[in-house]
């Protein structure tokens, strides 16, 4: 059985420089049963069969600012959606520019964990696996400046 990593999704999209403080990021993992699950194998000898099922049960964000976040796999972002994500999300409250050494972006890692569940023999049992992947989001300020356009 092949289990991999999560592959990263978000929006705005990792790497990029779109991130601002405030503006919701939408987090999700791209499925197919090597990455989410579920992943089924077989394996026989000596008479004996055991049967494994093998699907992701949650994904931890790591977000890069000390936060962390726990999600399931997430809702794929839809263009033009203005809102928070539904059930995957998160709101920088610091521009990474400002604490990320050489004003770089957020390190972001998300761990998938892994529940595999399996029988055979007369046996049975549950084992956890947890994989990881890593990418960055640069996230800067917007400032604005409001005048009422007023002459006193």
Known sequence: MTLRAPEIRMAPPPGSVSGLVGLPVWMWVERSADITGPARASASAGGMTVTAVAQVSQV???MGDGNTVTCGLGTPYVD????????CG????????RHVPGGGPWPITAT???AITWSGGGMS?????ELSSSS???VGELHVLNQDGSSR
């Not at 998160?90 to 520019?97: I, P």
């Not at 049992?125 to 696996?129: D, I, M, S």
């Open 60 to 62: 931890l964000w790591d």
């Open 80 to 87: 033009g959606v203005g809102t928070a994500s539904p059930d």
């Open 90 to 97: 998160y709101l920088y409250a610091q521009a990474s520019s």
């Open 112 to 114: 998938s964990t892994w």
């Open 125 to 129: 049992g549950t084992e956890a696996l």
């Open 136 to 138: 960055e989001l640069f």
